[in-house]
């Protein structure tokens, strides 16, 4: 089977605008969390969210492409561009055919659908812009990465709620096994910060008030956020033989479905998806050192990830180094599969496992060590991300540490 | 009048868990007639709707557990929420 490498990666999140921000962030436990400032919050029970801060859509984009594009297709195109960028790609000439672009998103163009609405409802205008179609589809953000980076290999968008980037990024690693093409851009994005979407989260009494604390006693729910992450997937032959710089191997995926409920979590869903991932990459659970975990901080999510990870690790599951990256760049949906990869990559790379800030107390029901609140120095090999999303759909990514043999 | 909420309250409850409204006593544990918190979520959106009341979320996923233990429980959150509203100018 042909090994698939990362070669760059790209993200735009509350934890900044490109990757070497993110990182540095991440392992400083400088969270992103604050109050909502792109709409008036007054009477909203939500009034927190992890916003991309310090963004303004015309320092990358000319006004006339803005018509077309969406927040969440603005953030899709600036973490790609960067994790090309990252990649030293020249995607033009005949490569450009043999790129495959899968960017995930869990609602899509959130932003302008509200925006249409409120014309039409409220307002009661008669017209909706042009271009509401093509820019609230959930595939506008793959269509724009192929355009803006000329790729013309097979493009589309996967969707999964909270799994979505996920489900791109084991896709994407199937074509690059089948030999479907050589290169992928590949990740998922999200602008889930809207009236809308936070009333509607509110409806379901999932929601912190107070900030994040994932497997945290006191926990009081999720936090949104918003953003984007761009891997670069390669064929290990396609990238040596180019020279590129190799972050890791992406060496195993899990799918799994719970078959159970469109918003409660079932921890044998989970242990499916953990163990098909560690089948796949072919490695025994005692050779995982971290995980990046799903770790939403609602009541329900924490306990029974906790639970299945002793399912799955049994013993070793005490040795294992757990943090959830959420509680600095929110939970983005469609793009935290993407984000938390790239989390786990940096971990791996570092040798440094991002911490889970916000951390009060333990909850009994949470018994693993989830690396409160400070970063650890740690030697690991293999970083485990996990995604559970609504609807028990579930993907798992095993990256590895690269070495030659 | 409370009453009357008391009976809507319970009315509600047992619309949503496919009972009949005489078997819905406020003393009963939620828990034991089958009452899971998505089930709860959806009576606090109808109760809401009904009322004209925010009911508040508890702190923490803690106190999540105890907030609503029986019927009664959501009666007197109710009232007292009802009892709120006409009290603010």
Partial sequence: MKRVVVTGMGCISALGHNYRDFVRRLMQGDGGIGPITLFDTEGFMVRIAAEVKGYHAGDHFEEKQLSQLDRFTQFALLSSREAVADAGLDLKGPLAERTAVVHGTGVGGQATQEAGCKRLFAMKEKRLHPFTVPKLMPSAGASWISMDLGITGPAFATTSACSSAGHAISVALMMLRSGLADVAVTGGAEASVTEGTIRAWESLRVMAKDTCRPFSASRSGMVIGEGSGTLILETLDHARNRGANIYAELSGFGMSSDAHSLIQPLADGASRAMNAALDDAGMEPGSVDYINAHGTATAQNDPTETSAIHAVFGDHAAKLAVSSSKSMHGHTLGAASALEAIASIAALNKQIAPPTTNFLEPDPKCDLDYVPNTARSMSMNVAMSNSFAFGGLNTVLLFRRFTED | ?89
């Fill in chain 2, 1 to 89: 009048m409370n009453d009357s909420i008391e009976d809507a309250v319970l009315g509600i409850m047992a619309g949503h868990m496919d009972l009949e409204r005489e078997k819905m006593t406020p003393a009963t544990p939620l828990q034991d007639l089958g009452v899971d918190s998505l089930k709860m979520v959806e009576i606090m959106f109808e109760l809401e709707e009904r009322f004209d009341i925010n009911i508040p979320d508890p702190e923490n996923v803690g106190q999540q557990e105890q907030q609503f233990r029986t019927a009664a429980d959501v009666v007197n959150v109710v009232k007292g929420l009802i009892e709120d509203r006409k009290n603010t100018p």
